[in-house]
């Protein structure tokens, strides 16, 4: 997954996240699992972008950034 993919990825799961916190009915249950589950899967998206922009910054090849798991980049300070 190249950076253009990433933040299609991101702008897809930013869209929905929209989507649901505007529903009516945005607070049932289901809503908030899927809302946790997006917000988990952004902060892997964002946290993939910025190490393949630091490899890339760094003179290494992006392509060696991996996914780290949500419960590590959920812990981040921004």
């Not at 699992?33 to 393949?52: G, P, T, V």
């Amino acid at each position: 997954m190249d950076n253009q993919d990433l933040l299609e990825r991101i702008q897809s799961l930013v869209e929905e996240e929209h989507r649901l916190r505007d529903a009516a009915g945005a607070e049932d249950d289901d809503n908030r699992a899927r809302l946790a589950q997006l917000e988990a899967q952004l902060d892997q998206c964002w946290d993939l972008l910025r190490q393949r922009r630091a490899k890339k910054d760094a003179g290494e090849n992006p392509d060696e950034a991996e996914p780290r798991p949500a419960s590590e980049v959920e812990g981040y300070r921004q």
